[in-house]
C-alpha cells in the first residue's frame, strides 16, 4: 500500500494550489481518502475527508468554502484544490487512507491506516 502526495509550493496569500495523492496498491473504493496538515510545533490536524460510495465529503470549518476535495476513480487520485490561502494555512499536508469510516470518525487520525509522506505548503502574507 503506497500513497504518493504531491504539489508541493510556496504561495502569496490570497493565492491558489493544487495537491493530489496518488494510491496504489489496494481497492481504491473500499477506503476513505483524508487530508491533514501539520503547522511546525502544532498537532497533526484534519483537513477534509472523502468517502464513498456516494462521495461524502467533508471539510474542517477553516477551510470550508476556500478548500475543495475530488477524486479521480481511474487513476486513484484524490485532489485538494486550495484557494485563497492564509499564512496560517501553511504546513505539511498529508493524505492518508482509512477502510471503514464512519461519520463519527471520520476527523480521527487514527482511523487512517496508512499515510503518505506529506507535501510542503507555505503560504507568504
Known amino acids: 500500500v503506497q500513497l504518493q502526495a504531491s504539489g508541493r509550493g510556496l504561495v502569496q496569500a490570497g493565492g491558489s494550489l493544487k495537491i493530489a495523492c496518488v494510491a496504489s496498491?489496494?481497492?481504491?473504493?473500499?477506503?476513505?481518502i483524508g487530508w491533514f496538515r501539520q503547522a511546525p510545533g502544532k498537532e497533526r490536524e484534519f483537513v477534509s475527508v472523502?468517502?464513498?460510495?456516494?462521495?461524502?465529503?467533508l471539510y474542517e470549518d477553516s477551510v470550508k468554502g476556500r478548500f475543495t476535495l475530488s477524486r479521480n476513480n481511474a487513476k486513484n487520485t484524490v485532489y485538494l484544490q486550495m484557494n485563497n490561502l492564509k499564512p496560517e494555512d501553511t504546513a505539511v499536508y498529508y493524505c492518508?487512507?482509512?477502510?471503514?469510516?464512519?461519520?463519527?470518525?471520520?476527523?480521527?487520525?487514527?482511523?487512517?491506516?496508512?499515510w503518505g509522506q506529506g507535501t510542503l505548503v507555505t503560504v507568504s502574507s
Open positions: 472523502i468517502t464513498w460510495p456516494g462521495d461524502s465529503i
Open positions: 492518508a487512507a482509512g477502510r471503514g469510516l464512519i461519520a463519527s470518525s471520520r476527523r480521527d487520525k487514527t482511523q487512517y491506516g496508512y
Open positions: 496498491g489496494f481497492t481504491f473504493d473500499d477506503y476513505g
